[in-house]
């Protein structure tokens, strides 16, 4: 009770917006007894099942389904809760919450908006959840109205018509009377502000109306009378049998004066008014606008020319409906701003009328949500102030949350709970706040976030939208909140560790540098880039063959390329330019030998790819060359290919033809050839045999290499100094991969593994659908192949980023570039991996097999639209220069 008293009168003596107690320390204690936890959706976001049984269109269907142009992502099927309730409410059993707040969708139960419309299947759904929260003690707690008005009610004038309230209400009578007996926590309406705002204001919500100046104060208005209505409606006809609560969910940043002129903080409550009081007082004070409101709008109206005030008026006996028009109120808080007095007199507006503009400091974290700011302290204010206001009225907090990119490992939600959360504590425990009943996370998995479709993630469980299943998996949150709601509060033995140290500290940024005779440099291969298919002997390969046959993206071809057959010394002078030290690229064996054969030997070709050495020589740069890199001769093909273990002589034969270079790759990336070629024939030869002959294949290609190696070292070695042997590694992504037991009906490579395979939603997405970028995993694979290969020689042969090739300020490359090096430097330094040297993939725009040239992973843009096949440097070419030149990251 001192404490109390003490905490009032410092709040009476330094004003809401200053200081508070231990305003910089964590509290360690417990919430009251009977406080109560929660998790909060919203049916539109999650449900799915847009068109099932009945259900009729919402505004965010045709909103959304209107923007699909622009790529905009919708909720046809969102998380598929419709189907998939039930496991939903195992995910809540597992937090231990206390209540559960969900949405009905208005038009899945009245599929025109009216009763008479009553759909008999979305009434027994939500049925069917309420029975399924109860059998495990969880509260349902309901939200009529989550911003999906359906369409039909919509095209009769929506929220800006008067006949809303109405419509409301007969929706809202039937929901009490089909569910009430088991519902005890209603909420009418959720964010009005957002829907007034964002629906009716600025038109980037559904349903796109774009009237700034009125749009919202009338639909504030008949918003404000449509909750009332139902609140008298269910106080009238329902309330004596069914004893349970109605509120409204408010949403709220929290406004700090910018400074301590009298001006801001008076900018500062004028913004709190506007945004919060407009429904808080009417319904917890007077019935009424705040008082500020009316005189700012009337003012700004009158100067505006116009006969009345935009702000519509309540009659009297509205406003005695309204007054006192719910049991408590819900509060939806996220973030917090500085408030600033700057008067507006340019256009009139909901936001220009308050008379204030905002700002923040940039040293406060950013959620995904750009507009997501982590200011902590502000919900300990927000709470004091909402308590100076409102002081008789129970405060729920019904949504609050982070957002990122859908990390299981998701630190930064867990660092806003806590920060909050214990705020929170404070407010209540410091400050005497004691109204403060409840507290709802959002949200309880990740969802369709509208506009930003499913690129933001509030979830404490992941829902994996790449697949069909749509699987739910706890993110380390999720663990954090269960201990939470079980301590109910912060006891100081609770260790609230829930993500590894190392996982914490991954992607920090590591300065240092590599060896002097590191060797940098970049890659391509002879089909990507060299064209000259058919000339001067060159015989097909299956490559050519394949692409003939009209079989890639556009029907595009190698048949030119990149010229550079013709083009090497331009080549040469960019590698040149760069500063590296090697070059890697390839040879074409149907160039070398037409038939793949000795009886076809090419001497034109092989003065091709000696004047390319001896020029690569000629400035300092060592070749680094591959003899395969999938191109077989289509005369070999012919007899078998790498089917026939006749291949393996075929390809010694070839192996044992150049001396001139130091460092030799055999193939490159067998894999590609074996599963993509032979076994689900998406590359050449285009070969769909998956259960048996990606074996063979692999067989053969192990023994191909084996035999060429031998033969060099028994015939060749004694000609070098300083040859070497290495592992070569093409890295450029990160799987997922968890144990998943496959069918074995039919042979088959992929379900011989036993695996499920996923992305993360956190890795940078290239042009290539198979590429995110993820840095930390190829430090992660250096080091597990020098722990599985006894610490072996490793040269990076291949690694790089695709984009559209549309710009040259390729930013994404540069970051990859830098973050993936980064890590290797990581792993050299840390990690004790042997590597010796980078491969930058690609040194140009090339030839990107099956997805022809609309993927670009070059540091040079080659422009395939002229004969000429202009080079041009991008500006990751400038990154990657400056890498080379200081052989890593130095401190600067």
């Not at 095209?155 to 008067?162: I, P, R, V």
């Not at 005030?309 to 049991?327: C, H, W, Y």
């Not at 300990?380 to 982070?402: A, C, H, Q």
Request: hydrophobic fraction near 35%; aromatic fraction near 16%.
């Amino acid at each position: 009770m001192i404490l109390q008293v003490f905490a009032f009168f410092f709040l009476l003596r330094n004003g809401y917006s200053n200081s508070l107690p231990m305003e910089e320390e964590f509290y360690y204690g417990d919430f009251p007894s009977d406080f109560k936890w929660g998790a909060a959706t919203a049916a539109y976001q999650i449900e799915g099942g847009w068109q099932d049984d009945g259900r009729g269109p919402s505004i965010w269907d045709t909103f959304l389904h209107k923007c699909m142009a622009n790529k905009c992502q919708n909720g046809d099927i969102a998380a598929d809760s419709y189907h998939k309730y039930k496991e939903d409410v195992q995910l809540l059993r597992s937090l231990g919450v206390d209540f559960y707040r969900f949405s009905i969708s208005w038009s899945r139960v009245f599929p025109d908006g009216t009763p008479s419309s009553r759909n008999a299947a979305g009434i027994q759904y939500y049925h069917n959840v309420i029975d399924e929260l109860i059998k495990y003690n969880i509260e349902p707690m309901v939200t009529l109205y989550h911003w999906d008005l359906p369409q039909t009610i919509n095209d009769k004038g929506g929220w800006e018509n008067d006949t809303i309230v109405d419509y409301f209400n007969d929706y809202a009578r039937e929901m009490f009377r089909e569910y009430g007996d088991k519902v005890k926590g209603w909420i009418t309406l959720n964010e009005p502000g957002v829907v007034s705002w964002l629906g009716y204001g600025t038109a980037v919500f559904a349903p796109g109306v774009y009237k700034p100046a009125t749009g919202p104060y009338v639909v504030n208005h008949n918003l404000i009378r449509a909750h009332a209505k139902a609140y008298r409606t269910y106080r009238k006809d329902f309330y004596a049998k069914q004893k349970g609560k109605i509120g409204i969910s408010l949403s709220t940043d929290w406004k700090e004066p910018k400074t301590e002129s009298q001006a801001d903080k008076d900018a500062s409550e004028r913004k709190m008014q506007f945004d919060l009081g407009v429904y808080a007082h009417p319904i917890y004070v007077n019935g009424d606008y705040p008082e500020i409101m009316k005189t700012k709008v009337a003012e700004k109206s009158r100067l505006q020319n116009l006969s009345k005030s935009r702000l519509p008026v309540f009659t009297e006996e509205e406003k005695q409906m309204i007054k006192g028009s719910a049991d408590f109120i819900g509060i939806n808080h996220y973030t917090s701003r500085y408030i600033y007095n700057s008067p507006h007199n340019d256009w009139p507006s909901l936001a220009q009328d308050p008379d204030t503009d905002e700002s923040e400091d940039p040293t406060w974290k950013t959620a995904k949500s750009g507009w997501l700011k982590v200011v902590p302290w502000g919900m300990r204010k927000l709470m004091n102030w909402i308590k100076k206001e409102y002081p008789s009225t129970d405060v729920y907090i019904t949504e609050n949350g982070f957002s990122d990119c859908g990390d299981l490992t998701d630190q930064g939600r867990i660092d806003y709970y806590k920060a909050y959360i214990n705020e929170l504590l404070k407010a209540i425990k410091l400050d005497g706040c004691t109204n403060i009943k409840r507290y709802t996370a959002w949200s309880l998995m990740d969802n369709l976030e509208w506009r930003a479709g499913y690129s933001e993630k509030f979830g404490l469980f992941k829902v994996d939208y790449e697949r069909s299943d749509r699987p739910r998996i706890p993110k380390a949150s999720a663990h954090f909140y269960t201990d939470l709601v079980k301590y109910n509060g912060f006891p100081r033995n609770w260790d609230m560790r829930y993500v590894r140290q190392d996982i914490v500290d991954r992607d920090a940024f590591m300065h240092g540098t590599f060896e002097n005779d590191f060797a940098w440099g970049a890659a391509t291969s002879a089909y990507q880039i060299e064209g000259g298919w058919n000339e001067d002997g060159k015989g097909p390969s299956i490559w050519d063959v394949y692409s003939h046959a009209g079989r890639i993206v556009n029907k595009q071809t190698g048949d030119v390329a990149c010229d550079s057959y013709h083009k090497y010394k331009e080549d040469v002078q960019m590698l040149k330019s760069l500063g590296v030290s090697h070059y890697r690229f390839s040879l074409s064996w149907s160039r070398i030998m037409a038939d793949g054969t000795l009886a076809t030997v090419n001497q034109k070709g092989i003065d091709y790819y000696n004047k390319l050495i001896n020029e690569l020589l000629a400035n300092n740069i060592e070749p680094m060359v591959t003899l395969y890199h999938w191109d077989l001769p289509q005369g070999l093909q012919d007899k078998g290919g790498f089917k026939d273990e006749a291949i393996i002589e075929y390809f010694n034969d070839y192996a044992r033809f150049y001396v001139l270079v130091k460092l030799w790759i055999t193939f490159n990336e067998p894999f590609v050839v074996s599963w993509l070629g032979h076994g689900i024939g998406v590359m050449a030869p285009g070969i769909s045999e998956p259960g048996s002959t990606v074996y063979t294949v692999t067989h053969n290609i192990i023994r191909s290499h084996v035999k060429a190696y031998h033969t060099y070292n028994d015939h060749f070695r004694s000609h070098f100094n300083g040859a070497a042997d290495f592992i070569g590694i093409n890295h450029y992504t990160t799987n997922l991969v968890s144990q998943k037991e496959q069918s074995v009906e039919e042979p088959h490579y992929e379900r011989d593994q036993d695996i499920d395979v996923s992305y993360s939603s956190c890795w940078r997405e290239s042009q290539s659908g198979w590429l995110r970028g993820n840095p930390w995993g190829i430090r992660r694979l250096l080091k597990w192949v020098k722990d599985r290969y006894n610490s072996p020689e490793i040269y990076v042969t291949e690694n790089g980023f695709s984009d559209d090739g549309t710009s040259l300020e390729d930013n994404d490359r540069i970051w990859y570039y830098n973050g993936y090096i980064n890590e290797m430097l990581k792993a050299k330094k840390e990690d004790g991996v042997n590597v010796k040297g980078y491969m930058a993939w690609s040194l140009m725009d090339n030839f990107e097999w099956g997805s022809g040239f609309t993927q670009h992973f070059g540091i040079f843009h080659v422009d395939f639209d002229t004969m000429n096949r202009t080079r041009t440097p991008k500006k990751s070419a400038a990154t990657y220069t400056q890498i080379i030149k200081d052989n890593g990251f130095p401190y600067k």
